[in-house]
Structures are given as C-alpha cells and as structure tokens.
C-alpha cells in the first residue's frame, strides 16, 4: 500500500484491509471485486490485484505461509526488488537492502551524486547499501534509511541540522543537498472525458471495464475520451450510441471533476441523460443499481467522485423533504 502512497493516506485503509481479510487464506478465498473495492482510493490498481494473486500462491504452494528468502518471494506475482527486499529482511530478518525514492536520495546526497539515475546507478547504490547494512539487523537498518529520507532528508527542505550522518554528506558540505537528486521531468497526458448518469426506476446504470489494459475490472459510468474538434455533448452521444446502442434524447450538465493517474491527468464531465430507446445491454457487463448499493462495486476515482456527489445531492434532497 506505501507504494506511491503516503503513511498518512494508507492507515485507515490497512487497518480496514486487516478488518476484511485477517490473514493470507482470507485473502485468497476473497473475491477480486471485494479486494478491489478494499482498495478504491489508493490507485494503481494492478498493486491490489497482484496481491490477491500472490495470496493465492502462496496459500496454494507454501500451505499459506509467506516465503522468507529474498528470490522466493521475488518470484511472487507483484513483488519486485523492493518488496522482496522489505518483506525479507523486515519480517524475516534477512540481509537484503531495500533501495526505494527515500534511500536513494539519502545516498545520492551523502555521496553528492548529481547524475542521472541509471540501472547502473542504481546497482551502485545497492553495493554501496549492501556495505553498510549490518547483518544483526538489517531490518532496522532499512526502515531507519527509509524513515531518515522521508523525515529529515526531504525532497524540499531538508532538515540538514537536525541529521544524524550530517558529517558524512558531501551534498550538505558543498551546499547541494537541494538540488540532488535532479528533478525528474515528467509529461502528463491531458485528457478530457464525458460520462452519462442513466436513471431508471431508481437505479443506475453502471457497466464494468475490460478484464486487461487501465483500470481493469473495475466499475464506472457509460461514457468516453473527448475526441478533437468534438462537443462534449456529441462525445456523450457518440459514446452512449456505440456501448449502448441508445440514443441520447435529453442531457443536463451535472458537474465537472478532475483527477489524475500515472501518466494522465483528466478532466471528467457528468450529464444527467434520458434514452430515446432502451440500452442495449450485455450479461454482467452492465448492471442498473440503486444509489446506496454503488458503494458496493469498485469504481475509478473520477466514477468514485461521481458517486459521492450523487449521494451527497440525494441526503440534501432528503433533508429539504
């Protein structure tokens, strides 16, 4: 959960994710729409998949105990360097270094690198972090690396008085430590989206993404990316004529939100839409559900938002009753 995420966000989604599934075979017998709507809120959604698929490994080929050494569980699906790093010397006491975005900056400063970072790079910090660690306890020698870069040796504002190996980084004596590491440059994709809220008998139309590609298998509202020279009423029409089979006969402005991933930062248009005909539907691809139940299915974040304003509209109507 801590990948790509801050402590603060993660803990009540631990300590709920512990409420739901107690331990490994829990999380194994759990049904993937459970575990990712456990998961709605943190992103990266592959993170909570690849998770469900390795508790049912290692409840299937360890009798349900998690591996101790660092190449078995680099073998578990969604464990990479890092996390066979963390969980083997944390949990198990091995002498594996762990090298996350905390430890990097902490060595590229004590050692005054300013270089792009590399696979070469990067396997010379994990040499340098395998020098240092102690086998006694390496598990402490991690999670004080990690806990120093993310308390005192900050991207912005590092707290260099207050640090314990101050006296050993290059980067503060030459007065660089703020400009190590280079900042990466990033380019977001901006895309822009329209979906439809489809109301029938109290219910709402909500129909499930593919099983592979962004955002799999989760949930979300009719609709599509704007296309250029396009209205965002004519994306509406076009999306709900080609997923639904329906034309669009009135659609109301509801509101706009934006929200961001990996790689893309959106801007979401809602409208309220009523059907000249009924929708075409297919099997569990699409359900009608009424607005207390939406919680029960896990959506993106911008359908997550969509849901919450629905509710939110709705106890206001409620309460002017």
């Not at 943190?42 to 190449?71: C, K, M, W």
């Not at 993310?150 to 314990?164: D, F, G, I, M, Q």
């Amino acid at each position: 959960m801590l990948q790509q995420t801050t402590v603060p966000a993660v803990l009540p989604y631990y300590r709920n994710w512990f409420q739901l599934f107690p331990d490994v075979r829990a999380l194994a017998r759990a049904r993937l729409p459970k575990v990712l709507k456990a998961w709605q809120g943190l992103g990266y959604y592959q993170r909570a998949r690849n998770l469900h698929t390795a508790a049912r490994v290692v409840s299937r080929e360890h009798a349900g105990s998690i591996p101790q050494s660092y190449d078995e569980l680099l073998a578990l699906p969604g464990f990479g360097p890092y996390i066979a790093a963390a969980v083997s010397s944390i949990a198990f006491n091995k002498p594996s270094p762990v090298l996350d975005a905390n430890v990097r900056r902490v060595l590229m400063r004590i050692s005054c690198l300013r270089r792009e970072l590399n696979s070469k790079m990067e396997k010379q910090l994990l040499r340098d972090l395998s020098t240092l660690m102690q086998e006694t306890r390496p598990g402490e020698f991690n999670q004080a690396m990690m806990e120093l870069g993310a308390l005192v040796c900050k991207p912005k504002n590092p707290s260099c008085l207050l640090c314990p190996v101050q006296r050993f980084c290059l980067a503060y004596k030459e007065g660089k430590q703020e400009v190590i590491p280079a900042p990466r440059k990033r380019n977001y994709r901006q895309i822009e989206t329209v979906v439809g809220i489809i109301k029938k008998s109290g219910k709402y139309l909500i129909q499930k993404r593919p099983s592979t590609g962004l955002l799999a298998g989760l949930w979300e509202f009719p609709g599509g990316k704007r296309k250029k020279g396009e209205t965002r009423e004519g994306t509406l029409r076009r999306e709900i004529r080609e997923e639904l089979g329906a034309e669009v006969k009135e659609a109301k402005f509801l509101l706009n939100l934006r929200h961001a991933y990996t790689q893309f930062r959106v801007s979401l248009y809602a409208y309220e839409c009523v059907l000249r005909r009924k929708p075409r539907l297919t099997g569990d691809s699409h359900r009608w559900v009424a607005l207390e139940d939406l919680k029960l299915y896990p959506f993106p974040s911008g359908s997550a938002k969509v849901v919450r304003f629905l509710e939110k509209r709705n106890s206001q109507v409620s309460r002017c009753r």
